[in-house]
């Protein structure tokens, strides 16, 4: 690989990155909203679905495993990003 190309691979991550930063997003508001209504609300949520604690747990399982898909696709492309400096000296 060039250090051109390196160059190129490194903005495409910086890309990702920031990409994977927002499909997270949804993750972390499942995560929040369930532990405010599992926690918090005590069966008086602001919503009706969050006094249903099937749908509560159904939060909290997809929001949990967004959540560590984009720490895991995260740290991953920092790797790749530093092995890509170090090796290319950028």
């Known amino acids: 690989m060039l250090k ?3 160059e190129e691979r490194i903005k495409k991550i910086d890309r990702d990155i920031v ?3 927002i499909i997270d997003a949804p993750g972390s508001l499942l995560v929040g ?3 405010y ?3 918090a ?3 008086d949520a602001f919503h009706p679905l969050l006094n ?3 749908v509560v747990n159904l939060m909290l399982a997809v929001g949990g495993a967004i959540l ?3 720490g895991v696709r995260s740290v991953s ?3 790749e990003k530093g092995r890509l400096k170090r090796d290319f000296d950028l």
Request: aromatic letters at 12%.
């Open 37 to 39: 209504a599992k926690f």
């Open 4 to 6: 051109f190309d390196a």
């Open 77 to 79: 492309l920092v790797l």
């Open 19 to 21: 990409l994977t930063g």
């Open 41 to 43: 609300a005590n069966g």
């Open 68 to 70: 560590i898909w984009g």
């Open 33 to 35: 909203l369930g532990l």
């Open 52 to 54: 249903n604690q099937d």
